[in-house]
């Protein structure tokens, strides 16, 4: 790329101008940065609807009512359930009866319902190989700096075991984290039901509650009524309910959410179109002597079209790279400002390469008809300033 | 001598709108190798014009040119371009530099549409701002240069591909008395110590003495021939 330079010195000929002109280009691909986050996170939170597919079904009257465990084959034959799994309320605290963790008592099948739940496929195996294992949210790892093959201590609010002590001893097999933390299990612990149920005098086989997953989101309300049909009129009658109720207006909201970012978009596109279009048409016109200099030495029209092109792709590369650069750094800095509770606006690889097949567009775009008039351009008439 | 230009019966009609001005008559003429041709004649005359047509900035409505044996009138933009690139340099009365870039730069841009390595093309401009005595301003902007080092950079951008023949539309009108000189000096070297055929439009009979002869243009058509010695 001999030319280059000639380029680069074209492009910042006018130093306040071009600055101006990136500025105004670093602020586009900023809010493109930024509002492609806000989009993806959306479509993320869209996605981990894997909660609409899943129902909770407990006891009508009482959380704390427990449910049998013969529900469980039953829940499982109502057409569109596809899996069951059941949890039981432990109340574990570590240390100090202060120091609450939530700690279930759950089914093999439990991970199975959550897949957005990640663990090792080996701290998997040694989860279902091992009754006094446990599976530790990474959060509550990190926070208590635990390693798998520690023991960890617990106390039930509740429930003894066979000794009649709320002591409980287990040992660390593994760990549960999610992406982006979002999932409550990387803040919680869970233990074999079964090793909990045999363990405890006082359970003797109940169940704290279930959670079913439905084959089609869409006959949620259908299924849940059949599951709670199973017990009516019985001892434990159950109320079941989406996971997250309200998660089916987020398929309405995102396509809301994506709708307004296009339209900003558009919009702020439209505008940096027009503003480095007309940067480049003026840089273009105040250079049309230097132009007709280049073609006088020997400098092809095409190849004169190519620089001007190559010039106001290169002012959007540099202007949308700084952009993009600027959202990771601020995207990076969002959760330590913001203590966490913001997660942050991660540049993924899909917006960088969004973002910079944006640039080159515009870039085209707006290059193309100065660089046609510069390609045009009549070398004598050019130079006699005519 | 064999004739480096030759031009037969060439006319150019330049269009306004509907109405068709025929800025050159029918010229005839030959330009020896290693000539350095005066031309003058008065304003609107048609001298530009003619040396645009020689150095193949633009065609000619009617007749043939022929340079260093190339029908020129014949070559497309593209071949023109490339033609202009590999035998005739060009000096301006404005010295036309790219302002943005050094002196250096400036020089080597003519290198750019050759195959020499950047180190080749550092190497030869260096060469020919030597040859202008401006070696010591190579890293100069045209800003920071005088009028006459302005125009003694373009010289050697001109000559830095090693062209044939060298075209100047009025090289010293721009100057003072004593720059002037220097650059018709410099141009006379290079005519005498280089070979190089030169044809110089100027409007300074003085500026003139400098060539081997004068040709004198009036209202499109060449008139009278002056030998110098
Ligand atoms: N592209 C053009 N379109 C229309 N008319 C033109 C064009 N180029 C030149 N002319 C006309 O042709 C005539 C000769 O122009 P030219 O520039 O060759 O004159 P000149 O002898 O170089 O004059 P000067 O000494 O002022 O530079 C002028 O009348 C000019 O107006
Ligand atoms: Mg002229």
Not at chain 1, 166 to 182: E, L, Y
Not at chain 1, 268 to 286: C, D, H, I, P
Not at chain 2, 3 to 14: A, G, T, W
């Amino acid at each position: 790329m001999k030319y280059l330079h000639l380029i680069w010195a074209a492009l910042f000929r006018r130093k306040t101008r071009t600055i101006l002109t990136l500025l105004s280009i670093i602020m586009a691909f900023l809010l493109f940065g930024l509002l492609d986050a806000v989009r993806v996170s959306f479509a993320e939170a869209g996605q981990s609807a894997n909660g609409a597919e899943r129902l909770q079904t407990g006891a009508k009257l009482s959380f704390i009512q427990p449910l049998p465990k013969s529900l469980q084959q039953q829940i499982a034959a109502v057409p569109g359930v596809k899996d069951v799994a059941h949890a039981n309320w432990f109340g574990g605290a570590y240390q100090d009866p202060h120091n609450q963790i939530f700690t279930f008592a759950v089914s093999d099948n439990y991970l199975d319902v959550y897949p957005e739940v990640e663990v090792d496929a080996n701290d998997r195996k040694a989860f279902d190989a091992t009754a006094d294992g446990v599976l530790v949210g990474d959060i509550l790892m990190k926070k208590y700096k635990w390693k798998i093959g520690d023991r960890l201590p617990l106390q039930s609010q509740i429930f003894p075991n066979k000794e009649g002590s709320k002591n409980w001893s287990f040992q660390i097999v593994g760990t549960m984290k999610s992406k982006d933390n979002k999932a409550f299990q990387s803040q919680m612990i869970v233990l074999h039901w079964k090793t909990f149920d045999e363990t405890t005098p006082y359970n003797r086989g109940a169940v704290g509650w279930y959670v079913s997953r439905v084959s089609d989101v869409n006959q949620s309300d259908r299924v849940a009524k059949a599951i709670d049909a199973l017990s009516a009129n019985s001892d434990h009658e159950t109320k079941t309910q989406t996971e997250q109720a309200a998660t089916k207006n987020w398929i309405k909201q995102m396509a809301d959410i994506g709708l307004i970012v296009t339209s900003i978009m558009g919009a702020v596109f439209f505008t940096l179109v027009l503003l480095t279009g007309n940067t480049m048409m003026q840089a273009v016109r105040e250079r049309t002597n230097e132009l007709a200099v280049l073609k006088t030495i020997g400098f092809s029209s095409r190849k004169v079209l190519g620089m001007v092109l190559a010039e106001s792709v290169m002012l959007l590369l540099l202007g949308g790279l700084v952009g993009l650069a600027l959202v990771s750094i601020i995207g990076a800095a969002l959760p330590a400002m913001s203590g966490g509770m913001i997660n942050g606006a991660h540049v993924g690889a899909k917006s960088w390469g969004l973002g910079i097949a944006l640039a080159v567009a515009i870039g085209f775009v707006v290059g193309a008809v100065p660089a046609l008039r510069a390609m045009r351009l009549n070398i004598v008439d050019a130079l006699a300033g005519r | 001598m064999a004739n480096l230009v030759e031009i037969r019966n060439v006319s150019k009609v330049y269009e306004r709108g509907k109405q068709k001005v025929e800025v050159l008559h029918h010229i005839e003429l030959d330009i020896a190798k290693g000539d350095f041709l005066a031309l003058m004649g008065p304003s609107g005359s048609g001298k530009t014009t003619l040396l645009n047509l020689i150095g193949g900035l633009d065609s000619p409505t009617d007749g043939s040119i022929s340079v260093g044996g190339e029908r020129i009138d014949r070559l497309g933009e593209g071949a023109l371009a490339k033609w202009r690139s590999e035998h005739v340099g060009f000096i301006f009365q404005f010295y036309n530099l790219l302002p943005m870039l050094s002196a250096q730069k400036n020089v080597e841009l003519p290198l750019l549409l050759t195959n020499l390595s950047a180190a080749q093309r550092k190497n030869n401009a260096s060469i020919a701002l030597q040859l202008v005595g401006l070696a010591e301003r190579a890293s100069h902007k045209p800003t920071e240069l005088s009028g006459g080092q302005q125009q003694r950079v373009a010289i050697a951008r001109a000559i830095v591909s090693d062209p044939d023949l060298l075209v100047c539309d009025e090289p010293t009108g721009d100057l003072d008395r004593q720059s002037a000189e220097d650059v018709l000096g410099l141009l006379q070297t290079l005519n005498r110590q280089h070979g190089k055929t030169i044809i110089m439009v100027t409007h300074d009979p003085k500026a003139a003495e400098y060539a081997s002869h004068t040709l004198h243009l009036d209202k499109g058509t060449l008139v009278e021939q002056a030998q110098h010695a």
